[in-house]
């Protein structure tokens, strides 16, 4: 099998409290067909080996759809391909010899807490302000009761896709959640389903978004490039039009 | 409901505010440039007769200019009060810095907003000095006495150093306009996707327009008044 040898430059902080530092490590047993996480689990089984502390990162599903896995990979939240999460990235995209820098998502809201770990449980506080719809209780209502147009199900699903990973906000210039946060109200404001707390949640998750400490969105649309459910700026624009009528109106 | 400022200094607000006060200032642009195109005559009486037909509105100009006084205080607010977010937002910084493209608009006139807007502010203030305030010279056209500011204009611009930093500060400009136009109709919500990469197309040409027509100005002038006359 063809080996490849890297050269990782990693993130490593204690704690929170630590400052941190940028650690060189060569890796001779790469093959093309490993994930980027299945990389950094054969580093790990190295440093383990040699009695050293194990590169921490978050990963959960290993398939793309739940969010945990996160890293900036020379320089871009979740690597060099499109729509493609950091767990779905395999090591053919790089070549033998290469240099990797990764480090942690980097924002004030997503404080390290080990290595290349970050907490992001800012976004959940926004989800609580308001990603949320007021639903009967009882037993399951029919499918397809409420008729909705395919064009508006097809955008809301689009908006759904949202894995809330935060790789937005780590590609921002300015660190805004502007993405995440807009994909959940244009997620519920499309459908019928989402109008009772309509103009309460586009305030609320706005202020929440804001109160976390996250910067103002300069549109350079980065956010969208490095998404890997390429959620659209379309609903950054359509959150700020909800944000005005829920003002206005 | 958030009160009117909670809403002004949000994140969405704050963008709202300097769009629309952006975009109000370069509808001022563009009548600036026609106007002053007339300068490119080399008879002074249609400019000095704009410019005089201009200050016949009286208070009505001084308004206007008071709004815009207004326009470019909420811009530039909004503006720093974004820049001093972001860098609070991220204290700490990436060693490597990528662009992801396909979709991105990151470019470096979108990086440079802060920079490029603050070279024009100092610009604009030199600008008024130079001109709107500057040397008072009296002409008579049609037995009607105003300002000669087709003189003073050409004087100006007989000095290479000052046409080169016009050259210089409306290349900024260009830069500041081509992420700031597409981004006002984002920042009002106004996305749609067949329409933004029109608007976005617009943006830069409007950038590329704008900046050409008021870096040829003073070009167009030095080489009259000095080139042109010089070798006769």
Redesign the interface.
């Known amino acids: 099998m063809k080996k490849m040898t890297l050269h990782l430059?990693i993130w490593r902080q204690k704690d929170a409290n630590t400052p941190g530092k940028?650690v060189s490590y060569t890796l001779n047993d790469v093959t093309p067909e490993m994930s980027f996480l299945e990389m950094l689990d054969v580093l790990n089984e190295h440093l383990v080996a040699k009695g050293e502390e194990p590169v921490e990162f978050d990963n959960d599903c290993r398939e793309g759809i739940c969010g945990m896995c996160s890293l900036?990979i020379?320089?871009?939240p979740h690597g060099p391909e499109?729509a493609t999460a950091t767990c779905q990235l395999h090591m053919r995209h790089f070549k033998d010899g290469d240099t990797i820098?990764i480090?942690p998502f980097?924002?004030?809201?997503f404080p390290v807490v080990k290595d290349l770990v970050v907490d992001r449980s800012a976004f959940d506080r926004i989800l609580a302000a308001g990603g949320y719809i007021s639903v009967n209780a009882g037993s399951a209502p029919d499918a397809n009761s409420i008729p909705i147009p395919k064009e508006v199900a097809d955008e809301a699903m689009d908006a759904a896709a949202c894995i809330g990973c935060g790789a937005c906000v780590a590609?921002c210039?300015?660190?805004?959640a502007?993405l995440f946060v807009s994909a959940k109200i244009s997620q519920l404001a499309l459908l019928p389903q989402g109008q009772p707390e309509r103009k309460r949640r586009a305030?609320r998750m706005?202020?929440q978004?804001?109160r976390e400490?996250?910067?103002?969105?300069?549109?350079?649309?980065?956010c969208?490039?490095?998404c890997p459910k390429e959620i659209?700026?379309?609903h950054?624009?359509?959150?700020?039009?909800e944000?005005?009528k829920?003002?206005l109106c | 409901?958030?009160s009117f400022m909670?809403?002004v200094k949000?994140?969405?607000?704050?963008?709202?505010l300097m769009a629309i006060t952006g975009l109000a200032m370069i509808i001022f642009l563009i009548e600036h440039l026609t106007g002053n195109f007339l300068l490119l005559q080399s008879d002074p009486v249609p400019y000095n007769k704009y410019a005089h037909f201009l200050l016949s509105f009286g208070w009505l100009l001084i308004v206007a200019e008071l709004i815009l006084v207004a326009f470019l205080v909420i811009h530039m607010i909004s503006g720093i009060?974004?820049f001093l977010?972001?860098r609070?937002?991220?204290?700490?910084?990436?060693?490597?810095?990528?662009?992801?493209?396909?979709?991105?608009?990151?470019t470096f006139a979108?990086?440079t907003?802060i920079y490029t807007g603050i070279i024009i502010f100092v610009f604009l203030a030199i600008h008024l000095k130079t001109f709107k305030f500057g040397p008072y010279y009296e002409t008579t056209i049609d037995g009607v006495v105003m300002r000669d500011l087709y003189k003073l204009v050409s004087e100006v611009f007989r000095d290479p150093l000052y046409v080169g930093g016009y050259v210089v500060a409306m290349i900024l400009l260009g830069f500041h306009l081509r992420?700031g136009f597409?981004?006002a109709f984002?920042?009002?919500?106004?996305?749609?996707?067949r329409y933004?990469p029109i608007i976005y197309g617009l943006g830069i040409l409007i950038a590329i327009m704008l900046a050409v027509g008021f870096l040829g100005i003073p070009i167009w002038i030095y080489v009259r008044e000095v080139v042109l006359k010089g070798a006769i």
């Open positions: 430059r940028l900036v020379n320089g871009i499109h820098t480090e980097r924002a004030k809201p590609a210039p300015n660190a805004s502007s305030l706005i202020e978004m804001d400490g996250f910067g103002d969105c300069s549109n350079h649309a980065e969208e490039a490095v659209s700026i379309a950054i624009a359509r959150m700020r039009r944000y005005m829920a003002m | 409901m958030p909670t809403t949000s994140s969405v607000g704050k963008k709202f009060s974004v977010k972001k609070q937002a991220r204290p700490v910084g990436y060693h490597v810095q990528g662009n992801a493209g396909g979709p991105s608009k990151k979108s990086t907003m992420h597409w981004s984002q920042s009002l919500g106004l996305y749609h996707p933004m």
